[in-house]
């Protein structure tokens, strides 16, 4: 059984960074697939940043691109995500995610952290 447990949200001025980190705790499979997702307000849950170990692949969603770093410390079994120049609009819950399959953006995991408020100003 997987847990993830995220951490480092909070709030941030508009131009401003902030580190996410998800612990994984409990057996996945040798390649598996983790993301970040965030629920913004009157939105969908959107698909922000993954990796699928299996083909050391790395995605971003447009609205994050070039911003946002995600990154795998696989010996710590954590799971972060630099998040730089900050908008108000990324202002959201913010959940990371694992799966042994290769969902990508696509919110269809098995496991889900219970997810960390940024709030942007």
């Known amino acids: 059984h997987v847990q993830l447990v995220e951490s480092g949200g909070g709030s941030a001025q508009a131009g401003g960074s902030l580190r996410l980190s998800c612990v994984r705790s409990?057996?996945?499979?040798?390649?598996?697939?983790v993301g970040w997702f965030r629920k913004r307000p009157g939105k969908a849950r959107e698909g922000i940043a993954t990796?699928?170990?299996?083909?050391?692949?790395?995605m971003y969603a447009d609205s994050v691109k070039g911003r946002f770093t995600i990154s795998l410390d696989v010996d710590k079994n954590t799971l972060y995500l630099q998040m730089d120049n900050l908008r108000p609009t990324d202002t959201a819950m913010y959940y990371c995610?694992?799966?042994?399959?290769?969902?990508?953006?696509?919110?269809?995991?098995?496991?889900w952290g219970q997810g960390t408020q940024v709030t942007v100003s």
């Open positions: 990796i699928y170990t299996g083909g050391h692949r790395t």
């Open positions: 995610s694992a799966d042994s399959r290769e969902w990508l953006l696509i919110p269809r995991y098995d496991w």
């Open positions: 409990g057996a996945i499979s040798d390649n598996y697939c």
